[in-house]
Structures are given as C-alpha cells and as structure tokens.
C-alpha cells in the first residue's frame, strides 16, 4: 500500500510537510514552516519558546507530533522517552523556509536529499541568518552541561565539537536514481526563484508519485521545468503532488522581461539606484546585475549577498570580484575612522563578515555618495538603515519582490516609503513571481496526466478539481 498523508501544505501557501509510506519504508517530502500558521499566533518579536522543545510547536499545530523523527534533545527536554528512529529519509525540494526550515527539529540521523546548490545555502542560512532554530547542516545538543574547569557545569555551546551532529546529507544528482528502502526515487531539476529546486519522482511497485515541489516556467532555467514535466510524463505517475500557489492568475511574467524593465529604469535614473530583491533569488540578482552592467554601472552588494556567491560559486552566473562589496557602519561603526587598528575595527562584525571588510572590491558608503551615477545597491529593510549614511538624492528605488501578504509586510512596506519620502526616493516595481500562473499549471497536468491529483502549495484546491 501507499500511504500519502499531508501534515503541511494543505489548504495552504508552503509549509510543506508530506508524509509518504509504502511497505515500511517512510519518507517526509519537504519539512517546512508554515508561514500563515507561525503568524496566526506568532510575530517577528513573539516566538515559540525554545524552553518548551518541541511544546509550543505542537500545542499550535506548527509540528506534526510524529513519533520516531525528532531530535532527542528536545524530546528529552519537554519529558519525552526515547523514541527508536522511525523514517528513512526527507527529500528536500528547495532550499526556502517554507520547505526546510524545520529541519531544525528533525533528528540528525535522519538523511536529508537534496542537490548540491540546496546544501550550500542551507549552509548559507544556519551560518549567515538570523533565526535561532536554524540547526540545518548540523545539530548542536540543546539543553545540555559539560563539567567545567572550576568544579561547576557550563551550557554545551558550538565551540564544544563533542556536542555538534553533523546531518546526513546525500547529495542528489540528475539521472542517478536512489533507493530508499523500498522505494526508488529521481530527482528532477526545476527552474524556480532559488537555486538548486527539484521535483522528485518516486517509483513504487504499486505506482508512481510524481512531486513538484514549486515550480515555474519562466526564469532563465524554465528548461529543467520542460525537462521535469516530459520526466514526469515518462513515470505515467498514479498520483502527482502538484503545486498551486498562483492557479487562480492568469498573469504571465517573465524574468526577462524584469531584467529589461530594471535596465530601462536604471537608463532614466542618474542617481543612486537601489534594488529591493529576495536575497536568494540568483536568477533576480543575476538580471540585476545585468541590468547593471548594460548600463555601465556596478552592482554592489551585501556582506551577506556575497557571502552565498562565493559559497554558490559555479551556480552563481557570475563570480565575487564582478561586484563591489558594501561594508556597512556596525555596532560602534568603527569603520571609518582613522585612529583605530583592523582588529578594532573587525569587532564591529560577525566573524564571517570580517573576510569581507578588507576585500579590494569592498566599498563604503561615502563612495555611493561621491559618485551615485556609477552604482546599483542591493537593498532591504534589512539595511536600509545606511541610506541615513549614505544620504542620496535624486535617487531611484526599485521593488523586485512580491507584494505584501500578511500585516507585518504592509506595516514593513509602508515604513519602507516612509524612508523613501524622508530622502526623495522614487519608487518603480520589477517582478516575477517564482510560480508558474493557472494555465501553465493546468497545462502540466494534462501534460504528466495522473491518475490521483493532490494539490498542495495552495489556499485554491478547488481549482483543481476538474482538471483531469
Ligand atoms: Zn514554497
Ligand atoms: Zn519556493
């Protein structure tokens, strides 16, 4: 029998958690975190608390409270016996958070599947992000004291080796099936707003499942999607978990078309041009810094921004030294001046950070200031705490992200503008989304041709109903 059970992603935009079993064999299909969920009872400075483990997750239905895939220490902690290890495997689609960031919880023998390009910015993630459950390449036991030197007991922490778990990464690659168990299964590229997605194809003796993932068919890889679809038609799947984020718009975008827009509003601008972007968009930055290039500008960019460029290196289509580095003022904003030493001044910065301050393509702000027709600036809420720094004038601002879908985006986008006022900032929008619209969906269905369609990824199942 096959056993398809949807404990995240129903009903719902991401948050994806598919629990799949057939003969024994149990694998998860992506473990994320659901956004709506989270934000129903949480916000940016109300979190689930780490004290409770796994508590406050399950009292809210964040987490499925499945036996067999948690990570002992947080069992342990909330009161929980040891549980035996009771699934063979997560296969992961893509590195956003709305599939991967509870990976966090999950126990660090359990192997995760996913591409090479998924693993780095993972790495990226637990290294450079800000979120404190972001135990994602590695564990590091929670909860637990070491004797120290004195006669006392100090809290384990990363710097104790003994502590840290390396996960069970198996690196997918295209064209190389694995078996997990009883199950079979292929990994299949995909084009989508991030590097490194897949579908997944799995092969049962009882049917074939076909997943994926989030998909789209008008980035620069839309290719691999066309691939995906033709694979996916080969498996004649019996089931076929479909994504539906946009399946009620008819919009057509295309990424191309975002890189003309940007390069044709930076043409009109002569002063600073600042670009708001999902950070890990490589395909968006990429059309960034094309756009920039085309009109003689430099594109620069964040510490963190080229820090997952270099980690991406040749998934990146352009290397570190092609962009200038942005060295923002921190902490004491020692940066600047004169009577300090660099080991002074690398205190400011997180110990990743420090790489980058002395780099020969690294910039400060006065630079943007001197000369504001040269550059294109990665920008976010994040760091737009520097335009007071920089103090820009007859300078543009150009949103290339989605819209605001919660009351914490709309409160964030209407401060944006409100800093946009303060400097004379104009405002223009460059988008495409990361998802394929209604019709190339419905088109891909027909296509692959299910016996069983499941939707997920989307608040309008009801849309799919009459498809096949
Ligand atoms: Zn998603
Ligand atoms: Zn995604």
Not at 82 to 96: I, K, P, Q, T, Y
Not at 99 to 118: E, G, S, V
Not at 226 to 246: H, Q, S, Y
Request: hydrophobic share 35%; proline share 4%; glycine share 6%.
């Amino acid at each position: 029998m096959v056993s398809i059970e949807i404990l995240g992603g129903k009903d719902e935009i991401g948050g994806n958690k598919i629990l799949l079993e057939h003969k024994g064999t149990k694998i998860f299909l992506d473990f994320g975190m659901s956004f709506n969920r989270n934000a129903y009872y949480f916000s940016e400075f109300l979190h689930p608390r780490k004290c409770s483990g796994l508590g406050d997750f399950f009292e809210f239905g964040l987490l499925p409270d499945v036996k067999g895939i948690y990570r002992e220490d947080y069992l342990t902690h909330m009161g929980r016996y040891w549980e035996a290890r009771d699934l063979d495997g997560v296969l992961l689609s893509h590195a956003h958070a709305d599939h991967a960031q509870y990976i966090h919880f999950l126990r660090w023998d359990i192997p995760i599947y996913c591409t090479q390009a998924t693993k780095i910015i993972l790495e990226c993630l637990q290294k450079t992000g800000n979120n404190i459950f972001s135990d994602l390449i590695d564990a590091c036991e929670t909860f637990k004291f070491y004797p120290n030197k004195n006669g006392g007991f100090s809290r384990v922490d990363r710097r104790k080796n003994e502590y840290v778990h390396k996960r069970d990464f198996r690196i997918m690659e295209e064209g190389k099936k694995v078996t997990i168990g009883n199950i079979e299964v292929e990994m299949v590229p995909v084009d989508h707003s991030l590097p490194g997605a897949c579908g997944f194809i799995i092969y049962t003796d009882e049917g074939n499942i076909v997943y994926t993932g989030d998909i789209r068919f008008h980035g620069s890889n839309s290719n691999l999607s066309r691939k995906f679809v033709a694979r996916a038609r080969d498996a004649a799947p019996r089931w076929m978990l479909c994504e539906g984020t946009r399946i009620d718009s008819y919009v057509m975008d295309s990424e191309s078309e975002v890189q003309k827009k940007i390069s044709k509003l930076i043409c009109q601008c002569n002063g600073l041009v600042f670009v708001e972007h999902p950070i890990r968009d490589i395909d968006r930055v990429n059309s960034i810094f094309n756009a920039a290039k085309e009109n003689e500008r430099e594109f620069v960019v964040s510490m963190k921004l080229a820090y997952l460029i270099e980690a991406l290196d040749k998934y990146c289509p352009f290397c570190i030294d092609e962009v200038k580095i942005l060295k923002p003022r921190k902490n004491w904003g020692l940066i600047n001046k004169t009577d300090v030493t660099p080991e002074q001044i690398a205190q400011d910065y997180e110990k990743w950070e420090r790489d980058f301050i002395d780099r020969p393509n690294s910039i400060g702000c006065n630079e943007l200031n001197k000369t504001p027709d040269k550059y294109v600036v990665s920008m976010s809420m994040w760091e737009i705490g520097q335009l007071a720094d920089i103090k820009p004038t007859n300078a543009l601002w150009i949103k290339s992200s989605c819209e605001p879908f919660c009351e914490e985006m709309e409160l964030d986008e209407k401060r944006k503008m409100n800093w946009l006022n303060h400097f004379g900032i104009k405002h223009e929008n460059a988008h495409a989304s990361g998802h394929a619209s209604g019709e190339e969906i419905r088109e891909m269905i027909k296509e692959i041709n299910p016996e069983i369609l499941i939707p997920v990824h989307t608040e309008r199942a009801d849309l799919f109903d009459n498809i096949i």
